[in-house]
């Protein structure tokens, strides 16, 4: 199985841009499809992008569409969150998740604040 880190979180200005990077151990994260997720105090993790396995294109949400990319390096076995135009409601924790078949795994998180 796969353990995964997540890092690159901090406190933003609105517009400003951070990279999130999301480095697993034990597998390969080219071995499952990869995901990135938030939540915000009280709610459900929302999946905000999506990463089958190496060769097919990233699935986002319209809510990060145009201002988020998500990347992936096998070299350095992580994935990345490119988040551009960042807004006061970006704030929240970010996630990354490995999904194959049945299991999935998440890291521990990293949090993102965007504020004046």
């Known amino acids: 199985q796969v353990q995964l880190v997540e890092s690159g979180g901090g406190l933003v200005q609105p517009g400003g841009s951070l990279r999130l990077s999301c480095v697993g151990s034990g597998d390969t994260v080219s071995n499952y499809t990869m995901s990135w997720y938030r939540q915000d105090p009280g709610k459900e993790r929302a999946v905000l992008a999506v990463?089958?396995?190496?060769?097919?294109?990233?699935t986002y949400m319209n809510s990060v569409k145009g201002r988020f990319t998500m990347s992936r390096n096998n070299v350095e076995n992580a994935v990345y969150l490119q988040m551009n135009a960042l807004k006061p409601e970006d704030t929240a924790a970010y996630f990354c998740?490995?999904?194959?078949?049945?299991?999935?795994?998440w890291g521990q998180g990293t949090q993102v604040t965007v504020s004046s």
């Open positions: 998740k490995a999904t194959r078949g049945m299991a999935e795994y």
């Open positions: 990463m089958p396995r190496p060769g097919t294109s990233v």
